[in-house]
């Protein structure tokens, strides 16, 4: 009975680590190779890449950037190349912030094809194909696709065979309509062979004996490579940040949806449409009923434009924008054309016939149907105070690639436009403490104006870094935002006026001269970035401190070992945590984490002073002294590089295969604490180097 209990629980310890091992491991690319012959002695290697929404891979000749395509050649007996890796597929070309350099991928399915000229029967042809694949979150090491196969050249009896002069082979072709990848041929070498799940008899007989649960299979590599997936539990960061930013998404869309209510546009219509519902019958009942339908229409229309933008561009497209040349490049004109509208230059409005027509029909039409028709009027009438935000609003979500954010960005507009109808119908006696139309509505539109102004060149930033215009780098940036909000504190201060500012009053209300301290403030705060600081408030808006010119800030954190067994060993002659860092040559993201978090003071004070920092790169390149062969999961795997080395090693001893990973541990390889991967809250961050610190001490 006892040995059946151990059973059980070792049976069920193994369920959850590979439950948890599942969780992190990523497999959004499904790779198939094929093999064909397409000629009387050529034949067609193809890999297929079906590729899951919201990742990419990225295309071939890429240099130094992200990890290319390209295919690797181990064996040629009786068979020779024929011209280069080239792809079938839509592919994408961008400019990357962090590469600074174009680079160039595909999304949904790629094919990658090469031929190859069979010149005898039973020809043998072996090796890989490599490709990488990131999302907006996260990279993949360089993964390999294994290839074997055999062939023949066809024979046709009845063709006669022509004898050819001696002449070279490769003629000069055409350059395909594809671009080529590297094809690189290499010769085989030995590998040494080692299973990861062997036993000796002993071991396995020992089992049956056990009087404790079996111990997890041990490492080739040693015991500092055994697995430590249950121990690690699931990794913080990137699994909340998906809500996190629609829930900032939602934030933003009602703080426009405030903005709107006290522009000129509906702050006045408020007071005379709930009036008109509490007052047109003698049932208020009646009257408050309409007013809440004709909030709830009010969501409804916004909401359905949210998903009218989703439909157009679709989800692809919206992920596609935030990087996209041209289409930033238009947001920039827009919202330029917005920010001179709320200043008075002129107005923007629709077709008065529009307006005409549909109040019309709500005069005509009675019942829900006419209500819902009075707040299709309304978006109408106020859109030259709405659009521009409505605009705005739209952008900055559609830009974040998420395929929800128009549609959570609306809502939180419209639910904002829409309360004070509400509210004002359940409580008509608020309306007398409300505040009286004025001025002070344009100085809103206004102020609005400059923030706008502010947003555009962030998008005019991602167009300049694209096309290599090198006209907004980062301290031209900063030198504009300083002037805006320099000029904004001159406008709330009076300093300066638009053309439908009030002239006569000159006095400063107490809460326009907080808001114009605010704004020299910031202008002032901004300054010492034109030399370098980092003015972290603002990175995630302004262009790469790579684009600056002169720069004063060197602070920079260096990892004391970049091989993990070395690092480990340093770690115990130190005493001293380890903070592990899978990183990547060609990870995005790695970088962003670099530059926003792993750049602030305190995490660099405590990394340098209480952690050894050891940073795996899992597309390294560096060939291991000979191949080694393993056997994963019942999979033969084949570790030629060091990458292929540090990549094998989150695998297999933390269960997660995706970039950028960050793990604390003592001494014996065990973690201190759950991990992290990507995550741009510094305080978080901060709090789990604490945390393991704690943990260290304790044990």
């Excluded at 010149?119 to 090491?141: H, I």
């Excluded at 490049?329 to 307006?355: H, Q, R, Y």
């Excluded at 602070?555 to 070395?566: A, C, G, K, N, V």
């Amino acid at each position: 009975m006892k040995s059946m209990t151990k059973r059980m629980s070792a049976l069920l310890s193994l369920l959850c680590v590979a439950m948890m091992a599942m969780a992190q491991i990523h497999e959004p690319i499904q790779c198939e190779t094929s093999w064909k012959m397409v000629g009387d002695d050529v034949a067609e290697l193809r890999i297929t890449a079906k590729i899951e929404a919201g990742w990419h891979v990225y295309s071939t000749e890429l240099e130094d950037g992200p990890t290319a395509a390209v295919l690797e050649v181990e064996t040629l007996d009786g068979a020779r190349l024929e011209g280069k890796l080239t792809f079938e597929g839509k592919e994408i070309a961008k400019y990357d912030e962090m590469f600074g350099m174009d680079v160039r991928y595909f999304e949904n399915e790629v094919t990658f094809v090469q031929r190859f000229i069979i010149e005898k029967e039973n020809s043998k042809v072996q090796g890989y194909f490599q490709y990488g694949a990131c999302n907006d979150e996260n990279c993949l090491p360089p993964t390999n696709v294994e290839f074997s196969y055999t062939a023949s050249p066809i024979v046709k009896a009845q063709t006669p065979v022509k004898e050819t002069p001696a002449a070279p082979v490769v003629k000069p072709t055409p350059k395909p309509a594809a671009k080529p990848a590297p094809v690189v041929e290499k010769a085989a070498e030995p590998a040494a062979e080692i299973s990861e799940n062997s036993e000796s008899p002993e071991s396995s007989e020992s089992s049956e004996i056990e009087t404790e649960p079996t111990p997890q299979p041990t490492s080739p590599f040693g015991a500092l490579w055994e697995p430590v997936i249950e121990e690690l539990g699931q990794p913080k960061g990137t699994a909340d940040t998906a809500n996190q930013s629609l829930w900032a998404i939602f934030l933003l869309g009602l703080a426009g949806g405030l903005v709107a209510l006290v522009t000129p546009c509906v702050w006045p219509i408020i007071p005379m449409t709930v009036s008109f519902f509490l007052k047109r019958s003698g049932d208020k009942k009646k009257g408050r009923r309409d007013a809440y339908i004709y909030g709830i229409s009010i969501v409804v229309i916004y909401v359905l434009l949210g998903l009218l933008v989703t439909l157009i561009f679709g989800a692809s497209a919206l992920n596609a924008l935030s990087t996209a040349a041209i289409p930033n490049l238009f947001f920039f004109l827009l919202l330029v054309v917005f920010a001179m509208s709320f200043m008075g230059a002129f107005e923007l409005t629709l077709p008065e016939k529009w307006t005409t027509a549909v109040d019309g029909k709500a005069e005509k039409t009675g019942g829900l149907l006419g209500i819902f028709l009075m707040a299709f009027t309304l978006t109408l009438v106020s859109f030259s105070c709405t659009g521009p935000i409505i605009g705005f609003l739209l952008v900055e979500v559609s830009t974040t690639g998420n395929i929800l954010a128009p549609t959570i960005g609306m809502l939180g507009f419209s639910i904002a436009l829409a309360l004070p109808f509400t509210l004002f119908a359940i409580f008509p006696a608020w309306l007398k403490a409300a505040p009286k139309s004025g001025g002070w509505m344009n100085t809103v539109k206004v102020v609005l104006a400059f923030v706008e102004l502010a947003f555009a060149l962030k998008f005019l930033s991602v167009a300049d870094l694209a096309y290599g215009w090198h006209i907004l780098d980062r301290e031209t940036f900063l030198a504009l935002w300083i002037a805006l909000a320099t000029l904004l504190g001159a406008y709330l201060m009076k300093w300066i006026q638009f053309p439908h500012d009030d002239d006569d009053d000159r006095k400063v209300a107490v809460p326009r001269f907080m808001l114009g301290l605010i704004s020299f403030a910031f202008a002032i705060y901004m300054v010492p970035g034109l030399w370098g600081a980092p003015c972290k408030a603002i990175s995630a808006f302004s262009p790469p401190m790579s684009t600056q010119d002169f720069n004063l800030y060197e602070q920079e954190l260096h990892p004391q070992s970049m091989d993990y067994d070395q690092g480990m060993a340093l770690a115990r002659q130190q005493g001293k945590p380890v903070m592990l860092d899978f990183s990547g040559y060609g990870c995005v993201n790695c970088r962003e984490m670099e530059q926003s978090v792993l750049a602030d003071e305190k995490v660099i004070d405590l990394i340098s002073n209480d952690y050894v920092l050891i940073s795996l790169y899992v597309d390294d390149k560096t060939p291991l002294s000979e191949p080694i062969r393993l056997t994963e999961n019942g999979k033969d795997v084949v570790l030629r590089t060091i990458g292929d080395k540090w990549s094998y090693l989150q695998r297999t001893k933390f269960g997660a295969n995706a970039q950028p990973f960050y793990v604390l541990l003592d001494g014996e390889g065990h973690p201190l604490t759950t991990s992290r991967s990507y995550d741009e809250d510094i305080d978080a961050y901060v709090k789990f180097l604490e945390e393991g610190l704690a943990e260290y001490a304790r044990r």
